[in-house]
């Protein structure tokens, strides 16, 4: 087993039906980009009922048709939030905690501590999380997983993966292994994924790469850490 494998978006996701949300930071290539990417998606009509859209640099879940909107309590959230030099992509309102949190000196890792995974018995869908802290010319970045620890719910384990990056090599962690009933929670490190310098080509790779039933919406955005500019992509299923 080669635990140094670096595997295409393609070799990691397609083909499987359902590996619910997903996080990906890394490194473009070149080294000139960090990478940020954050995908949902959904089996029922109230999380199929929904589309990314960006208001003033944060990301936000909306709803497509708020008629048929049922519960928006883990659904409709903030996915990616930015302060000063920092970068919050989350599949949930924790993305809130994380960046309240920075206002007040708290950390990526302190704030998590007083989140836990979902209250969607019996999935117990896990909180995954990423932060990038940009530093004048380079980049650190971390993840975070918060899932349970047995299928009761009874506690709550809590994962801190930290990166310094490398030229081509991201990083992906997502709520499931694969689709299910429960629907088993994600396990081990998050997995290396390749990177590439063109965003478009990135994007349709893992665009194509998610199932066509099951895909909601995708999020990418190449940051230059010298300069903070940045260019983005947004798909969404429902249009």
Known sequence: MDIYKIS???ELIRGNSYVGRGIVIGQTPDGSKA???YFI???SENSRNRVFALSDGVLYTKPFD????KDPSLIIYAALRQYKNKLIVTNGDQTDTVWQGLQQGVSFHDSLKTRCFEPDAPNLTPRISGMISF???GFTYEMSILKSADPAGTACNRYLFDYSPLPGLGHFLHTYVCDGNPIPTFQGEPERMAMTDDIDVFTAS???SLDADNKISLYVRY???VTGDYEDRLLNKNQ
Do not use: H, I, Q, Y
């Open 223 to 225: 940051t230059d850490p």
């Open 206 to 208: 893992l665009w194509d």
């Open 135 to 137: 530093s004048g010319s």
């Open 41 to 43: 998606m959904g089996r």
């Open 66 to 69: 708020e008629s048929k909107v």
């Open 35 to 37: 990478v940020t990417a």
């Open 8 to 10: 295409t978006p393609e």
